[in-house]
């Protein structure tokens, strides 16, 4: 590639991020160098902020500005109901739907042996820790309704009922608006599974 | 380009960008496939569940320059059971990971994708100890792709070799007697009971291997031997491993 070295170390840097390819990383630091100085430093401040100023929350793992995060620091949440997710955008999900007034536990991924991902690369030791410590009463699991979030709830629930606290899958079933014709049995045969009383 | 049917099973699925998924497939016919699944991710997708891991379907696909799509796909057998056990989760994952390592892309054993439905079959109903039948499958599966284990006789001097400790010639593809192992650079070594019981999974059927019993211990050791044997055949290292390993020393 025929660019001065500054434009190639930024097409490089660009193209690192997930889902950008070659074609696009080109594309944004063309963007960059076209928009105002103080935007693209604007651009670069936020980046170093965000690094330099947000940790983990030390109890559930979700981002935080310090000890702990927003959601363990407010005293009006339930802390005996914890909700486990994979990562922390998955709190945001959750909290769209203004259902859930617990705490949460992010285990930072789900449990992929084909990658190499076992129970140890996850926070699921800090959870039955919080269990024991925390008097939680409901672990309601909520990892992503595929392969690995289906085990990872598995794994969970074999370690949390030897503990006494009652441990709960989301439920998974037919999307809203959906047409039941249309629907794949492993979906359908889950939603039946997990019917509810009318 | 053209489109295709096959029957297959998902190996893998890796996330695409916002919304579409690759998979990664044996076929029956066409050996081993990588497949985007376009708005998978997306809650409304036609594909919905079918195309998970484990799933065995009918497939058409689009024949591709690099990666084929999948227009279609109707289950054949999802595999449910191996979702809702964590142990067959884990040993099923594993040979997955066996069947993806040992192709190449295109190339096509048609055994090999017989063996995966006979094994997962059998994984899914009643298996006294799923860690044996995993390490059978990595030898079986070996064997189909021409390193048959050589497990009689030593490899270097023809010794016929019977109860007595020896040697796993890892780059042979056999085991060694106690003095033609000595020089050897890539070695395991293996107790006459190891090796007894890896006889039997290399020649007993998948169904009468499902009800064998052995203590954790040598079962251990049989898969331990059983991923290097494999290993040493393929390019790449096995990450399922040390996660099936972990868990069974947590057990
Ligand atoms: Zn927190
Ligand atoms: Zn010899």
Known sequence: MLYTPPIARLVEELSKLPGVGQKTAQRLAFHLL??????????????????????????????????????CMDSRRDPTLVCVVERPQDIVAVERTGEFRGLYHVLGGAISPIDGIGPEELKIRELLERVRKDGVREIIVATNPRVEGEATAIYLADLLKPL????????????????????????????LKGRLDL | MATYKEEAIVLRAYDLGEADRILSLITAGRGLRRAVAKGIKRTRS????????FTRLHAVLHEGRNLDTVVQAEIVRSHAPLRA????????????????????????????????????DILEGDVEDPALLLAAFELKVCALIGYHPRLDRCLHCGRKIEGERVCMDLCGGGIACDSCSSSLESRLAVSPENLSLMRSLLNEDMATIAKRGESH?????????????????LDRPLKTRQVVLHYLDSR
């Open chain 1, 34 to 71: 076209k928009i105002p100085g103080e935007e693209a430093r604007s651009l670069a401040d936020a980046i170093i902020e965000a690094r330099e100023r947000v940790t983990f929350c030390s109890r559930c793992f979700n981002f935080a500005q310090g000890e702990l995060c927003d959601y």
């Open chain 1, 164 to 191: 006494g606290v009652r441990a709960t899958r989301i439920a998974s079933g037919l999307p809203v608006g959906g047409d039941l014709e249309y629907a794949d049995e492993v979906t359908l045969g889950r939603a």
């Open chain 2, 46 to 53: 036609k594909f919905g569940g079918r195309l998970e891991p």
């Open chain 2, 85 to 120: 056990d964590f142990a067959k989760f884990l040993f099923g994952e594993a040979m997955l990971e066996m069947i993806e390592k040992s192709l190449h892309e295109d190339q096509n054993i048609p055994r090999l994708f017989d063996a995966l439905c006979v094994t997962l």
């Open chain 2, 217 to 233: 211990r040598a079962s251990r050791d049989a898969l331990v031997t059983a991923f290097r044997f494999s290993e040493s055949f």
